[in-house]
């Protein structure tokens, strides 16, 4: 393929993934697990996605033609079936995420316009989706360009606005000290970090465009730490912000904190402007999100993984149609079976076991030299990694394995079912 993608570009593709919209809903959620250390979780999951990060950087730039943790798995343990798991938790946490993100639009910043209930507003959004991705990758990715720019002014917007509150003497900074009383800070960070995991998420799917990369082997780590960087000082200072202005229980009990913040700073800055900043921040994630689950379900049926009919595509707009009902219908089912939280703690566990797979074939792969210079990550990194998963996986309520093994259970059918097929059509030839 042709490498158009510079250091810059690449940079700015996975700081525009990471630097996503689960901020403007979940920091909320994260104050009422830790209190108003929100920063410190924050800071955690940074740290712990730099530790799997060190694994892809080393994958990416050793197999540049590779293309995703799939392949890696495929290359490392060349089993099938745990290939096909891999790519599938990847397709059902982006349809999980979008479901979560669908609920986000639909929260306090779309009551700034319209009164309506949650879970249909959460739904006509998912269609809404559906029909712009329907309509074409190349107006889908024009429209992401301009939200994300959007999006990266909400989050400057609320860190500006707050520091001048401070310099005019308002604000309380103390509560970003403050823990949950009856709650062992340890125990508080450990849980809140689960739900700040979910905002690094996204430099995982960087993987699928080092084909694209110039000097893929230099260039690519700096890319990668340094937009995952940039993303966690962001993150933290929303953080520091956030508690800064509004009490915690207050920032917990609403599905549109950031909205909350600018409203207390007393600025003027209209409701109505903040909250169309936000509402194009998460309809710029779900979009994304669900771009690429029914671009990975069309590729899986392409290679025979999924049933055959996920890969047709539209006439005309040459859109994989049937693989955009599909996953649309089903983050359409998934807005039912829990919140923002629940959704995007799913999202997390589902990515951990991807994330596990990826950090081990780091290590089987070292016993596969290749000619040519590669980022080598120190080998205690990826077994830290993979202990971090495995402590995260720890964390995680027994509705959120529940949802998980469900998602799971109907991918490993899905592989049956098309492995008999296809042992059913060579026994007819």
Known sequence: MKQDI?????????????????????????????????????LVALVLAMLTACSYAELVTKYPRAGGAAVFAERAYGVPVISFMVGFCMLAAGVTSAAGLSLAFAGDYLRTFLDVPTVPAALVFLVLVALLNLRGIKESVRSNLVMTVIEVSGLVLVIVLVAFMLGGGRGDPARTLQFTEGVQPATAVLGASLLAYYSFVGFETSANVAEEVRDVSRVYPRALFGALITAGVVYVLIGLASVTAVPVPDLAASSGPLLDVVRATGFGVPSWLFGLIALVAVANGALLTMIMSSRLTYGMARQRLLPA?????????????????????????????????????????????????????????????VSHRHFTAPTVVPWLAVASCLVLLAQQSLQTWLRAGILLAIGLALFAAVRLADRRRSRAV
């Open 6 to 42: 510079t250091g810059p570009l690449l940079y700015l593709f996975i700081l525009g993934d990471v630097l996503g919209a689960g901020i403007y809903a979940l920091v909320g959620k994260i104050g009422a697990e830790v209190g108003g250390a929100v920063w410190i979780p924050l």
């Open 309 to 369: 009919p996920l890969g047709r595509v539209l006439r005309g707009r040459r859109t994989p149609w049937v693989a955009i009902v599909v996953t649309t219908l089903a983050a359409m089912a998934l807005t039912v079976t829990g919140d923002l939280a629940a959704l995007a703690e799913t999202v997390v566990l589902l990515l951990l076991f991807v994330f596990i797979s990826t950090n081990i074939a780091v290590l089987v792969l070292r016993r596969d030299p």
